[in-house]
């Protein structure tokens, strides 16, 4: 599409006035002959009047350097000073008005050859910056917690796998002396050691569940679930109401572990802190979103204490888990008014169903 010399010069100077990268313009000689308000208010006003003063060297009282291959940040080779290098891309680093020292991706380049004169455009990467640094905490956020679940699953399989059976084995070993002609009192010393010993027993079982349960790498959310709230209830007495419909879907691994993760969790602070003996658990679809509700009629805490005593660390983890997956957690509580903890996770992929490929 041709536009007319007119229309061009109109556009052009439409987008030197308006736009948000810095402008500068050079004579042969360095000095500034021109830049945009966007140039004008990164630079102190003691730059500026330099530069007004016609200081070839102006612009250096702000910039911190540029990188190169071999230094973040240096001034040997300036781009400046050697403009036949190649500076049609390349970051650089100015001290700016009231904001401090900012990146920017720069360019220099000569436009008018016959006369000298060059162009030096900026353009803030604050922002970028900012991007990715949340996307790389969140990366390695999701990379240790995944470690995290290997190695518990790793080290629950080996004590339900060897450990545990190791001990059964020796339980049955024990057994058998009861049945051999031995005296009372080693009889009576062979059943408190098979008593201890099965306590221990169930122990290991027990972590190795805590750890990482089997049941929800092999059966999904609903199996583990349940086998952990029968276990709640027939250890601390805490009665859990749990409600699924989900037709026995699966999902991705690792929303499943972020969803199992929360609700152990909310559990968790229910028994500890809440003062109640029932607690109700919901886990169902609506609207694209899985979504788990846990709610407790306890003591409830106030919101407005940024690390509530005791709860502080577990509610952090739980929005942390929440945010690998997209997720969005809400926690409602007042004194005297118990507390409910909601996750949304957005099912961006189909669903698996059981059984089905992992």
């Given at each position: 599409m041709q536009l007319g010399d007119f229309q061009l010069t109109d556009l052009l100077m439409k987008m030197y006035d308006n736009t948000a990268e810095a402008i500068f313009f050079f004579d042969s000689s360095g000095k500034i002959i021109a830049m945009n308000s966007a140039a004008e208010l990164i630079?102190?006003?003691?730059?500026?009047?330099?530069?007004?003063?016609?200081?070839?060297?102006?612009?250096?009282?702000?910039?911190?350097?540029?990188?190169?291959e071999t230094e973040l940040q240096t001034c040997l080779s300036c781009y400046l000073v050697s403009p036949q290098d190649d500076f049609s891309s390349f970051q650089v680093y100015l001290d700016t008005r009231g904001k401090g020292i900012i990146p920017y991706t720069a360019s220099y380049q000569t436009i008018d050859a016959e006369n000298g004169i060059r162009v030096?455009?900026?353009?803030?990467?604050?922002?970028?910056?900012?991007?990715?640094?949340?996307?790389?905490?969140?990366?390695?956020?999701?990379n240790v917690i995944k470690a995290q679940e290997d190695e518990r699953k790793r080290l629950s399989r080996e004590l339900h796998?060897?450990?545990?059976?190791?001990?059964?084995?020796?339980l049955v070993d024990l057994r058998v002396l009861k049945y051999m002609n031995i005296d009372a009192e080693v009889l009576k010393k062979v059943q408190q050691t098979e008593g201890s010993l099965m306590r221990l027993l169930d122990d290991i079982r027990h972590l190795s569940v805590e750890l990482r349960p089997a049941t929800l790498d092999d059966l999904g959310l609903e199996a583990a679930f349940r086998t952990h709230f029968k276990w709640i209830e027939k250890n601390y007495g805490l009665i859990v109401h749990f409600t699924a419909e989900l037709e026995a879907k699966r999902y991705e691994g690792e929303i499943e572990t972020v969803v199992y993760r929360v609700c152990q969790e909310a559990i968790l602070n229910a028994l500890k802190y809440a003062g109640t003996d029932e607690v109700s658990v919901r886990l169902f679809e609506r609207a694209g979103h899985l979504e788990l509700m846990v709610i407790d009629e306890g003591s409830g805490f106030d919101k407005k204490i940024i690390d509530p005593s005791g709860t502080g660390l577990g509610l952090y983890s739980m929005r942390e888990r929440a945010e690998l997956v997209n997720g969005q957690l809400v926690i409602q509580s007042d004194i005297g008014k118990g507390t409910s903890v909601r996750l949304e996770i957005?099912?961006?992929?189909?669903?698996?169903?059981?059984?089905g490929n992992r």
């Open positions: 630079l102190d006003a003691e730059v500026l009047d330099s530069m007004a003063e016609g200081d070839v060297r102006a612009i250096c009282m702000s910039c911190k350097g540029y990188t190169s030096f455009m900026l353009r803030d990467l604050t922002k970028q910056y900012k991007t990715q640094e949340t996307l790389n905490q969140k990366t390695m956020m999701k796998d060897s450990v545990a059976q190791e001990m059964l084995s020796s957005p099912l961006t992929v189909p669903v698996k169903k059981e059984g």
